[in-house]
Every structure is written in C-alpha cells, then in structure tokens.
Nanobody, 116 residues
Framework: QVQLLESGGGVVQAGGSLRLSCSVS????????MYWYRQAPGKGREYVGE????????DYANSVKGRFTISEDNAKNTVFLQMNNPELDDTAVYYC?????????WGPGTQVTVSS
C-alpha cells in the first residue's frame, strides 16, 4: 500500500506562484512514476505532468509547459509541483498519483484557486 497526501493549495493571484507538495509513504519502492493531475469544476481529470523515478525524467502537459515545474526530494519522499505564472484556467483540485507494479494510488487532492 502507498499513501499520498497533497498540501500547499490555496488562493493565488494570476501571475504569482504556488508550490504544491505530495508526501508519499508506504511501499514507495514499487512505484515507477509519480504524476500530477487536476480536475476543474465540471470537467474531467486532466494530466499535468509526471516524473519517472528511475532516472528523474520529467514530462508536462502542453497547457502547463514552461510555467509548472515538477521535482522530487527522495530523502523526504516528497514530490513537488511549482506553479509559476498561474492562469485562471489553472483553478482546479490537484491530485498526485503514484503508479507501479500494475497498480496506482491517489491522494485526496488539494484545491488551487487562481484569482484575477
């Protein structure tokens, strides 16, 4: 079992910055990928980005590329999502996801609201 807990959400002004954290515990050694997703009101869950744990390779959705940065602190089993220059459309509940060994786990999510 793997447990995930997101934190750092809140209200941020457009053009500001915010850093989300995802604390990971449990059988983390089996997890190959860490993902960030988000879900805006009335919309489906949307891929934001990922980090491959074996080599640190990172990829992003086009909608956030150049504005958001994913990083990982292996010693603290924490994955971060740095949100720079957020836009109104970035308002959503943000989730982290751990995947590996044919299964995946989700955190409860953290709300991010971008204000004008």
């Amino acid at each position: 079992q793997v447990q995930l807990l997101e934190s750092g959400g809140g209200v941020v002004q457009a053009g500001g910055s915010l850093r989300l954290s995802c604390s990971v515990s449990g059988r983390t050694a089996d997890m190959d990928y860490m993902y960030w997703y988000r879900q805006a009101p009335g919309k489906g869950r949307e891929y934001v980005g990922e980090i491959r744990r074996s080599d640190g390779h990172i990829d992003y959705a086009n909608s956030v590329k150049g504005r958001f940065t994913i990083s990982e602190d292996n010693a603290k089993n924490t994955v971060f999502l740095q949100m720079n220059n957020p836009e109104l459309d970035d308002t959503a509940v943000y989730y982290c996801n751990a995947a590996g060994g044919g299964t995946d786990y989700w955190g409860p999510g953290t709300q991010v609201t971008v204000s004008s």
